[in-house]
């Protein structure tokens, strides 16, 4: 049994940062790769950056250039550093595993941008 609990979360003005946390306990094979997600109010959840074992990253085009994923796989730990972010980035953001989120959702934790 997988538990993922993300923090780090909040409120920020249009154009500043945030980072996100992600920690997993229980069984998690190190060849597991992790993907950050987010929802936003009304629509479904999405995939907007993953990482795997050997460190290799993809970006959704919305966030790419912007925010950067890293994971401490000894932490068992994946982080979501968000920078210029915007309004429309406004969602709960949560993790998973990657490409497969078999995990159980966690409770994510919300970020509002907004002035």
């Known amino acids: 049994q997988v538990q993922l609990v993300e923090s780090g979360g909040g409120l920020v003005q249009p154009g500043g940062s945030l980072r996100l946390s992600c920690v997993a306990s229980?069984?998690?094979?190190?060849?597991?790769?992790r993907g950050w997600y987010r929802q936003a109010p009304g629509k479904q959840r999405e995939l907007i950056a993953s990482?795997?074992?050997?460190?290799?990253?993809m970006y959704a085009a919305s966030v790419k250039g912007r925010f950067t994923i890293s994971r401490d796989s000894a932490k068992n730990t994946v982080y979501l550093q968000m920078n210029s972010l915007k309004p429309e980035d406004t969602a709960g953001y949560y993790c998973?595993?990657?490409?497969?989120?078999?995990?159980?959702w966690g409770q994510g934790t919300q970020v509002t941008v907004s002035s």
């Open positions: 229980g069984s998690i094979f190190s060849a597991t790769g």
């Open positions: 990482i795997t074992s050997s460190g290799a990253t």
């Open positions: 998973n595993m990657y490409p497969t989120a078999w995990a159980s």
